[in-house]
T-cell receptor
């Protein structure tokens, strides 16, 4: 089955810096890659997603890049703010409804 | 529009007790899922459902049962709770539209088994 590795497990940055979280996947047939943000005491919420026919997608300070050849995708957050502090999960799926999740990255943005 | 609602939000059980966690969604989604979240383990799929009256096992189904009698509800049962089932449980739902669709999560049920 699909295996998703997510790194780093913890990321600490200063406010205003950029943050990058990377995920690799094992199944070359995977074609959908969502990213979720989980705030303390809440459930994960979708923040951005990308499909395999696109190499990059942006939404304000957030961007996701996909390298199908290398089988990895990354979340980029620019100009980080304290409210970006949360746990971020990547996931991968392939034409089915069952995604495989990474183990999460705890992002801490220091004011 | 409430999205995905989980009840209860918190519960403490004694070993051997039973309980049912309720998940309700108002988005008319076909697919529903139950996950457990433990420190450092990410989200692990317990059971899922692709439609009313159908359920299937996920990655960690042992000790749990589920039912989906109505499209909007997905119930997770613990027949005889064990300390290893102490966790945060999340319900999610998604649309069955063409191609993959994102999941919508509830805010979780925090369950402690003593």
């Amino acid at each position: 089955g699909e295996n998703v590795e997510q790194h780093p497990s913890t990321l600490s940055v200063q406010e205003g810096d950029s943050a990058v979280i990377k995920c690799t996947y094992s199944d070359s047939a995977s074609n959908y890659f969502p990213w979720y943000k989980q705030e303390l005491g809440k459930g994960p919420q979708l923040i951005i997603d990308i499909r395999s026919n696109v190499g990059e997608k942006k939404d304000q300070r957030i961007a996701v890049t996909l390298n199908k050849t290398a089988k990895h995708f990354s979340l980029h957050i620019t100009e980080t703010q304290p409210e970006d502090s949360a746990v971020y999960f990547c996931a991968a799926s392939k034409g089915s409804y069952i995604p495989t999740f990474g183990r999460g990255t705890s992002l801490i943005v220091h004011p | 529009n409430a999205g995905v609602t989980q009840t209860p939000k918190f519960r403490v059980l004694k070993t051997g007790q039973s309980m049912t966690l309720l998940c309700a969604q108002d988005m008319n989604h076909e697919y529903m899922y139950w996950y457990r979240q433990d420190p450092g383990m990410g989200l692990r799929l317990i059971h899922y459902s692709v439609g009313e009256g159908t359920t299937a096992k996920g990655e960690v189904p042992d000790g749990y049962n589920v039912s989906r009698l109505k499209k909007q509800n997905f119930l997770l049962g613990l027949e005889s709770a064990a300390p290893s089932q102490t966790s945060v449980y999340f319900c999610a739902s998604s649309h069955s539209g063409r191609g993959n669709q994102p999941q919508h999560f509830g805010d979780g049920t925090r369950l402690s088994i003593l």
